[in-house]
């Protein structure tokens, strides 16, 4: 086992660590509040699963910007200027609640903007933690921040949303505005290096020397391999989404869950996420990346599946539990992945579109398994488990493949294997 394993992260990376726990618990906060507020203004499964839709869909629009941003400017100021708009888009929010001024079209728009900001904060906390840890340590360090990400939003922020949410409607919505207008100041205390390591060396002719958008889509189309794997994890993500839009009303309506007790429940959830995150580098050092990604996308499937088909809930949380662990072990290695094998010159770029592209098609699943939720809203758990379960099968050589990209790994040429 690698010496890596006992080697702090370094206190630049706990500066990182720390601002992302201020903007987990205002986002765990305000994605546990945001839906419950919209099942007071309609009980439509599908203008409720528009909320989801709406969440994901600043990705679409705004995840490449979001990335030529980032390779361009200092990633402190990024994140401190996208966590003040989400902010005042908080404050914003709650006046409309108080005045009760609030539609349901009010709200997609909040939520729309909150997106905008989060493209930019999430993308800018990505793209620092390779200049914050060494490569052989990233797996570790992605683990850290999910697991830091998980705990805050599922064991501290939503319990605490659903009993605000039963005391006071906007109260939630107050405090997720002063979590992310703090995690925007703690955002000014990262390491200036790291905040400026993908312009080093181009201090002159920067935007000659600066690789071209062009030159990032074709890194990424010509590495098979990344090329391939962009595609299953949109697919999958897709999948997921049209299971999970309308998941408040499936605990609601079907389960019986009282609104105030949401948030305990998605807790409950994510004890899954949080043993899977906690476990998941571990897993990498000793079976391999491959291995771990494999069964985890297939756990995730079997687990979301399981939701569909139970009529228990204590079986349903057990299952969603599941979804959640198999969900946690695969971003772990994927997100490390990506770290090491993008050049950190076009890593922000990178990721924006790697994001756009699997996240570009989640609204669009949300809101048709808001749809099919109208039939039934076990059904959409069913078809969305299902399809994961039918896609790690096909994909299997492809994500078993992942053990043999080496941290440094070039492009693989077209004919080779990867």
């Known amino acids: 086992m690698s010496t890596t394993a006992s080697t702090p992260l370094g206190s630049g990376f706990a500066r990182l660590w720390t601002a992302a726990i201020a903007s987990n618990l205002a986002d765990g906060l305000g994605r546990t509040a945001v839906p419950l507020i919209a099942t007071t203004l309609t009980h439509d499964p599908a203008l409720i699963a528009g909320v989801s839709a709406v969440t994901f869909l600043p990705w679409l629009l705004f995840g490449i910007p979001a990335g030529m941003l980032l390779d361009r400017v200092d990633r402190r100021i990024a994140m401190a200027v996208a966590n003040s708009l ?96 703090v995690a925007g100041l703690l955002a000014l205390t990262i390491p200036v290096a790291a905040a400026h390591a993908h312009r080093a060396g181009h201090a002159s002719h920067e935007e000659e020397e600066r690789p071209s958008l062009s030159a990032v889509v074709r890194f990424l189309w010509d590495y098979r391999f990344l090329r391939w794997m962009i595609v299953l994890t949109s697919l999958t993500a897709s999948a997921l989404a049209f299971a999970q839009g309308s998941v408040v009303l499936l605990l609601l309506q079907t389960f019986d869950v009282p609104a105030a007790l949401i948030g305990v ?136 493949s992942a053990t043999a990209q080496a941290p440094a790994a070039e492009p693989v040429p077209e004919g080779q294997p990867s």
């Open 86 to 181: 989400r902010f005042a888009v908080a404050a914003l929010l709650a006046v409309l609640i108080t005045t009760d001024s609030l539609t349901i079209w009010l709200l997609y728009a909040c939520v729309l903007a909150f997106g905008l900001g989060e493209t930019v904060f999430d993308n800018a906390t990505t793209t620092v933690v390779p200049a914050l840890v060494g490569r052989d340590q990233l797996d570790r360090a992605n683990g850290r921040m999910q697991s830091a990400e998980i705990t805050i939003q599922n064991f501290i922020a939503t319990p605490i949303a659903g009993f605000l949410f039963a005391v006071a409607i906007a109260l939630p919505i107050w405090l997720t505005g002063a979590g992310f207008l």
């Open 265 to 400: 429940v998605t807790a409950a959830i994510g004890v899954g996420a949080l043993v899977g995150a906690l476990v998941s580098s571990r897993f990498v050092a000793r079976f391999g990346r491959g291995q771990v990604m494999f069964w985890a996308i297939l756990v995730s499937g079997v687990g979301i599946l399981g939701v569909g088909v139970t009529s228990n809930v204590a079986v349903a949380i057990g299952a969603y539990a599941i979804g959640a662990f198999g969900v946690a072990v695969w971003n772990v290695p994927w997100g490390a992945l990506r770290q090491a094998v993008i050049p950190g010159a076009m890593l922000g770029r990178a990721l924006g579109i790697v994001r756009t592209i699997g996240w570009g098609m989640t609204p669009i699943a949300t809101v048709l398994g808001g749809f099919v939720a109208r039939i039934d809203l076990r059904l959409p758990f069913v078809i969305g488990g299902g399809l994961v379960v039918v896609l790690t099968l096909i994909a299997s050589r492809l994500i078993l």
